[in-house]
């Protein structure tokens, strides 16, 4: 059995992607208010601030910040994607999945990256707003409704227009 290390650093900032099993399902948009609020149910309990998040069908991407000498995320996302689970049918598992009472909703496991500077951190908060229209789900980052980006435009910290819209690059590039 693989062993995974996460990493432990205290208050750290870390990026996450977290999927669905189902690649193909819209669930986490389908239950966007169940996921909202078993979120700020696990968020007040265990504090810790979300500095960028997009809620894509199949998968999300945050950026978190920890409280000064806590490093345990994975608690967090255990308490958040059990809560999301908890009264969701099951979907059919192997024995596995059933041995460790797992619903078969989430992937097992979770990306996680520790941000290294202002740079890493103004990169990846990009790519998370950026994340709808890179999948095709929107033209302008703007148009993705569950995203952090509206607050970053409510605070000034960006444009409306930021990112562009893909329907203004033109394909015909000949001579």
């Given at each position: 059995m693989s062993r995974y290390r996460r990493a432990k650093l205290e208050g750290g900032t870390f990026f996450f992607t977290v999927t669905l099993a189902d690649r193909s399902s819209a669930l986490l948009i389908a239950e966007i208010d169940r996921l909202r609020e078993v979120y700020r149910s696990v968020q007040k309990r265990r504090p810790f601030e979300t500095?960028?998040?997009?809620?894509?069908?199949d998968h999300l991407h945050a950026i978190w910040s920890l409280p000064p000498s806590d490093t345990d995320f994975a608690t967090r996302w255990n308490l958040i994607k059990g809560g999301f689970s908890r009264g969701l049918p099951t979907i059919p598992n192997s024995s596995s999945k059933i041995a460790k009472r797992e619903k078969g909703i989430w992937q097992r496991r979770y990306w996680e990256h520790v941000i290294r500077n202002d740079a890493d951190l103004h990169n990846h908060i990009d790519y998370i707003h950026y994340n709808p229209v890179r999948h095709g789900l929107v033209a302008r980052a703007?148009?993705?409704?569950?995203s952090s980006f509206h607050l970053y435009v409510r605070r000034g910290e960006l444009p409306m227009d930021w990112g562009g819209d893909v329907r203004d690059v033109g394909g015909d590039f000949g001579e």
């Open positions: 500095v960028a998040i997009c809620v894509l069908p703007c148009d993705w409704p569950h």
